[in-house]
């Protein structure tokens, strides 16, 4: 539990105004401008459309690498993802990568384990102390001129878009697809660090608390898969069986489809059933090698394969301590 006076730390400082600033505005303007079927229709396309570059780019590109693309519609995900205002693609997706490595221990920046659901909703992101990017986490990324740019100055694209549904569609058209639409897509986003490590089934027995939760993936078109993900990070789909609705993934198959990205593709069979790679045939079988055994728990981790524990019936009840220990996802 954070001390008062570190409460007022994370909360209570001038870089944090406008966060509360745009709550405020949201509120207070629905009852100002009033309700239109246009304004509702801005407010869930911008949710929906911004959301999408917060998962396909920030997070499944950006932090995970989850798939390829080309230097122009890379800086179009991260062009996309600013409009959100969730800070820029390097500080999201270094921070993400954190995350990943420290999952749910001490160290993992917005773990509700750690330090409860407020903390990890939004008093991480506030924190002035995290505000900087740790461009060591990143460098495969904070080599482009164009995305430091856009790390640098991420508040721009997503005061053009304000500006411009304003002189589109006046207070009506800036409060319901700006305001509105950007507090509801901070908290969409969010529920991913806070509620889908609290609310939701377990299918993998990860080393972290993650959840697999359906409400949370239509939220966030996909991200509610959370432990499927924390299982498997570098798959660019997070729905693993096919009622698991992932719309993020549906649109970067249909990007792939016209080439605009590549590697998208769902993850290798043993890794959704939860087992163990298949192994490969030793070189020089020996005698004693019938039951070859079974790929150690570094090769699997090192390799990215797998994320989770081993379950107990493969493993005969004993679980490899390195395993679970979610790689950074460089
Ligand atoms: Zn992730
Ligand atoms: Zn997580």
New binding site residues.
Partial sequence: MASDSSAVRTYLHPGAVPFYLIHLGAIVGVFVVGFSWVGLLAAIGLYYGRMFFVTAGYHRYFAHRSFKTSRPFQFLLALGGTTAAQKGPLWWAAHHRV?HKY?DQPEDLHSPVQRGFWWSHVGWILDPQYAATDTDRIRDFARYPELRFLNRYPHLPAAALAVTLFAVGGWHLFVWGFLVSTVLLWHGTFT??SL??VFGSRRYDTT?T?RNNALLALITMGEGW?NNH?HYQRSASQGFRWYEFDMSYVILRGLQAVGVVSGVGKPPAHVITGERAPQKRARRPSAGALAAPAARAGDLHAAGEIASRARAPEIGGERPASVGVAREAA
């Fill in positions: 995350h999952s991913i660090n889908a490590h972290d993650s959370h924390h």
